[in-house]
């Protein structure tokens, strides 16, 4: 697979482990959440390079 897509998906369970975590644990699922939107914001550079 291509950095880009492992980036997006690995970035999408962790955003989405996030938004349920949040419902228990409000900060580490925050903290989850928000890292998770980082990473996807990192790989649409990739994603945009790749075009």
Known sequence: MKKGRLLFL???ILNM???YLSTIWVALGAAIGISGGLMM???TYYLA???
Do not use: D, F, W
């Open 17 to 19: 482990t996030g938004i």
């Open 10 to 12: 690995a970035a999408l």
């Open 49 to 51: 390079m790749k075009n």
């Open 41 to 43: 914001g990192i790989s």
